[in-house]
């Protein structure tokens, strides 16, 4: 084997892989695992359909385990989603067991997250089997075939190598190889006739063991090591045996076109092979290679050991007396190495001409040998055919690999696992920070990730791949402006020309990690707590509408349910300005409940004062305000006449004393250094101290919620002019917790300013409320289920889809293309397409309002949709919405594709789309045209409505649900005959303030 192949790293290997491709004669076995057992039976035909597939059955892991026990499989395809063990699972114990068998995921379900875990435990492929059954199946055999046949050139390699080693150490010759520098790195078994061991040589430099008198040739020497020239010539080296005066020829190794190092062949000077050993076939017909001894000076052969004979092909007559040329270099008679162009030793690849007329490479070694005072050249050889096709294999796996990895989705930097320094990256890594490679390649591996990530120079991750992590690691990277993206990195180390580098492929993951589970209302349930109530409740827009209203509102207020549900707060409300109700909409508190006082006039006149209790809540989709408006009609005459009593105590303390204790609510009069100076005869009944205790202690002896610092902080803040109302708890003599409402107010006691506080126990208040979000959060777990029953719906029933289209498929392919059934059979396609969509509208239905909002680049959203849609072929897109930023998030790119899908299906004869935008004062509009049929005026009133239109009816209503939940509108204003014309008018702000676009310039 010749340098160059035993030097190819194994760099190249790893990327190769997997990209070869398979003869098309050579029979795989395929063991396909699933539990669907009608979806095996169709799987398995389109498969063998695919090519020379032989695909064997199993409906379970434990099945499978035991077919692979009986029989011999080159692959596994397996199901990830199945009883008793997954797909997953099965991966896991085939490589902990030590089984490499390629493995590839063939699902429905999962996606991303499982992909990734298929990959970590050593999976081969990762392929979705829904879809078109002829794409899916011609992905699936390709990558069977590059998984399978990436074992074999393993194997092949291995094989290889053996065989070179086999050769490098059985030779008779000496052979060292050494790095440019002159430092031994490899040695055959022959060293030991010189008395060394490998060990007490390699790691060393050669000119330790040379004499002083050749080191300053050896040095001059160097120089034509780095040109790649060859040279030869005699030196003295010192063995344990002593001095040995040796013949050395030394040759490049050559790599990719670059010289890395040189190798040495040595033999005594002084050893001598006579023509006295010619009798002594048995010795050389012993040998594993071809001898040939020929006569210097007539060039015939005049003797050939068996394993020549072997090679040529002919009997001993038939080679002994003809010219050596006739099978040994036959194109290159006249120009032999030794006797014309006068070298002492030929060692070097040749060509051998058997006696059928094949050529056969061979790797030959000639020594020069005086008998009887003639010349004679011996000549040793070996096929080195098998070394040749490796050779030329790796070769083409190393161009394949440099496209493969240039052509990756995802990003793959390499760097050097020592210094850091990026030495390679491909497009996508570029396109992820956001630089030209020039940028990257050279610069430390540290500037790919932002400063948090960095730990004694390096990136965490980094270090963690450089000390053995294996598995995918999560990290953050940061682009060329600032912007900060997660990655997933899966990372390896290995050698490449003596230089230990790491490769590290990156998986953007920012999308993956903002995405949250939404919950959707019941309305049933939600109908029922509303209902169900006492109170009047409601729940409101940030626009200062009633959206929603309970049945005791239209009882109390007097107006119909469609009355009220065009009306607002500032229509009841006879107290707040519009103004001052707005302002409480636009600072309602995010974790806490909003109370206040205020009165509502109902549809008669009649006025109610109400205390509101408002909190957020999440209504269809949309952030809501829900109110709860209690009749404090009672309290207030309570009030008012607690009030007029008050003034009353100045002329009459019996008057007063028998007001407070009249009362069933706890009271007491406070000063301002925080001690009860008066108590009534609720409070003590109910706290259970004697009146004395009482007048001892203060409101933080009995609160159980509020600190002594928070009660002294509402004693000092007292207002004049209102009452003061808050929650908290008090806590007994006896330790009970009674969570009361305080309603406090300035009063004059015995000549001084006081406060007077009565206690309401609120206890049944707060059991309805706890009833209240315990039903809420009934309500969120029913959403979830149903939710997981929508995804395990669609998984079984895109399976039994998936049977169908293959069957269909198979159909289609037996039958000639004008037979009657075959347009039935596209119906039934067309029908099979068309639930799918109606399963993918319920998909993207479900992940309405679920991710929290950001502001989206319009520009990047319009190319990603364009991406994802097929049928542009002959369709010009103009997209000029660059530099538009939009408080979005990612359904925006499916809000883009559902007007191009539409465009591309309906508009009939579409040449050009045109995406663009334009400012106005209170206003943005974003504009979608194109120039086809248009819509007819009869459609356009009913064109957002559900299930209305050519196809599921779905896109377009779902491209209006996403405009409302983003708070804009959308309406088609084109002319039929020309084309589409469809305006969203995105607001300055929303209802919170917050800014709703963007434009960069």
């Known amino acids: ?340 162009l006068g070298q002492t030793v030929d060692r070097s690849e040749r060509t051998l001409l058997r006696a059928n007329g094949e050529r056969v490479p061979i790797l030959k070694t000639v020594a020069v040998t005086t008998w009887r005072g003639r010349k004679y050249l011996v000549e040793s050889f070996i096929d080195i055919t098998e070394h040749k096709k490796a050779e030329e294999e790796l070769r083409d796996t190393a161009e394949k690999y440099r496209k493969l990895f240039e052509e990756s989705l995802d990003a793959i930097f390499v760097a050097d696992a020592e210094t850091g320094i990026i030495v390679d990256c491909n497009r996508a890594a570029a396109e992820l920070v956001g630089r030209d490679k020039s940028e990257i390649i050279g610069q430390h591996q540290r500037i790919l990730h932002p400063p948090e990530r960095i730990k004694d120079g390096f990136s965490i991750t980094f270090m963690q791949h450089v000390h053995g992590a294996e598995d995918i690691l999560e990290d953050q990277v940061v682009t060329k402006n600032g912007e900060i993206k997660d990655v997933a990195i899966k990372a390896s180390v290995f050698e490449f020309k003596g230089r ?122 949309k952030q809501a305000i829900l109110s709860i408006a209690r009749d404090i009609t009672e309290r207030k005459k309570a009030e008012e006449k607690l009030r007029e009593l008050t003034e009353a105590l100045k002329e009459s303390e019996a008057t007063y004393r028998a007001l407070l204790n009249g009362m069933n609510d706890t009271a007491w009069v406070i000063d301002f250094n925080g001690k009860f100076i008066d108590v009534n005869e609720a409070a003590v009944r109910v706290l259970g101290y004697s009146r004395e205790e009482l007048l001892n202690m203060g409101p933080p002896d009995i609160d159980s919620s509020l600190t002594k610092e928070q009660i002294m902080d509402l004693i000092k803040n007292m207002p004049k002019d209102r009452i003061q109302v808050f929650e908290t708890s008090h806590r007994t003599k006896d330790g009970r917790i009674i969570p009361v409402e305080i309603s406090s107010s300035l009063v004059p006691y015995k000549g001084k300013t006081a406060i007077l506080s009565i206690a309401r126990d609120i206890t049944r208040r707060k059991q309805a409320e706890e009833k209240m979000r315990s039903l809420m959060e009934q309500l969120r777990m029913a959403n979830e289920k149903l939710s997981v029953i929508g995804k395990w719906t669609r998984h079984d029933a895109r399976n039994k889809l998936t049977v169908i289209k293959s069957n269909v498929y198979l159909a289609k392919k037996r039958l000639p293309s004008d037979h009657p059934a075959v347009k039935c059979l596209d119906e039934i396609e067309l029908a099979c397409d068309q639930i799918v969509r109606i399963f993918d509208f319920a998909s993207q239905y479900e992940m309405l309002g679920v991710e929290s909002r950001s502001y989206v680049d319009v520009g990047k959203s319009v190319e990603e949709a364009i991406t994802l849609a097929s049928g542009l072929n002959n369709i010009k897109i103009v997209n000029e919405c660059g530099g538009l930023l939009v408080l979005a998030d990612s359904q925006l790119r499916q809000l883009f594709y559902n007007l191009i899908d539409n465009s591309i299906k309906h508009g009939e004869k579409v040449t050009q789309i045109k995406i663009y935008y334009r400012e106005e004062a209170d206003k943005l509009k974003l504009i979608y045209e194109d120039n086809g049929v248009g819509i007819p005026n009869d459609m356009r009133r009913n064109l957002f409505k559900e299930g209305y239109g050519k196809g599921t009816g779905y896109g377009l209503y779902l491209t209006a649900k996403l405009c409302e939940m983003y708070g804009w509108t959308i309406q088609e204003t084109g002319e039929y005959g020309k084309g589409v014309q469809f305006i969203i008018a995105i607001p300055k702000t929303n209802e919170k303030g917050e800014q709703l676009y963007k434009i960069q310039k």
């Not at 580098?501 to 509303?530: C, H, M, N, P, V």
């Not at 549809?603 to 209790?613: A, Q």
Request: with cysteine.
């Open 1 to 340: 084997m010749s340098s160059k192949g035993h030097a190819m790293s194994e760099y190249a290997l790893e990327f190769a892989a997997g990209i070869v491709e398979l003869s098309e004669k050579a029979q795989i076995r395929v063991l396909h695992v699933d539990d669907e057992e009608s979806f095996l039976n169709i799987a398995k035909e389109c498969l063998q359909m695919q090519g020379p597939f032989d695909v064997d059955i199993a409906q379970s892991v434990d099945e499978a385990i035991q077919k692979m026990k009986e029989n011999k499989y080159d692959a596994i395809v397996c199901d990830y989603q199945m009883p008793q063990k997954d797909g997953l699972q099965f991966l896991e114990e085939l490589r902990k067991s030590g089984n490499s068998i390629p493995f590839i995921l063939f699902t429905g379900r999962g996606g991303e997250e499982v992909a990734i875990k298929a990959f970590n435990l050593g999976a081969d492929g990762y392929i979705n089997k829904n879809g078109d059954p002829e794409t899916v199946y011609c992905e699936l055999a390709c990558s069977i075939r590059q998984a399978v046949n990436r074992r074999r050139v393993e194997t092949r390699l291995k094989l290889s190598e053996a065989k070179y080693r086999a050769l490098f150490e059985n030779t008779h010759d000496c052979i060292i190889v050494m790095d440019l520098h002159g430092k031994i790195i490899d040695v055959n078994n022959v060293i030991s006739e010189y008395g060394f061991t490998k060990e007490q040589l390699i790691g060393r430099h050669i000119t330790e063991f040379v004499s002083p008198k050749y080191k300053a040739r050896l040095i001059k020497e160097a120089t034509l090591k780095r040109e790649g020239k060859s040279f030869e010539g005699n030196v003295e080296i010192n063995t344990p045996k002593g001095k040995v005066l040796v013949a050395y020829k030394c040759k490049p190794l050559v790599i990719d076109g670059h010289v890395v190092g040189m190798q040495a062949i040595i033999t005594k000077a002084s050893e001598k092979r006579g023509l006295k050993k010619f009798s002594t076939d048995e010795t050389l017909d012993s040998l594993l290679n071809g001898v040939l001894i020929v006569d210097a000076k007539t060039h015939r052969i005049v003797y050939a050991n068996r394993y020549a004979l072997k090679m040529i092909g002919a009997s001993r007559e038939e080679v002994v007396g003809k010219i050596c040329h006739c099978f040994v270099c036959p194109a290159e008679k006249g120009k032999c190495p030794i006797t014309d």
């Open 500 to 621: 230990k580098l790491i490769q590290g492929i990156f998986r953007d993951i920012t999308k993956q990690k903002k995405a949250e589970k939404a919950l959707r209302e019941s309305e049933e349930t939600y109908r029922a707590i509303l209902n169900g109530m006492n109170d009047t409740a409601w729940v409101i827009g940030f626009d200062g509408k009633f959206i929603d209203v309970n049945e005791t509102a239209v009882k109390v207020l007097g107006y119909s349910r469609e009355e009220l549900l065009n009306m607002g707060p500032p229509d009841i409300d006879s107290s707040l300005t519009k103004e001052q109700i707005m302002e409480l909409i636009r600072n309602m508190p995010k974790d806490k409940i909003q109370v206040f006082e205020t009165s509502h006039r109902t549809k008669d006149g009649r006025i109610i004062p109400v205390e509101i209790s408002s909190s957020l809540i999440t209504y269809k989709g």
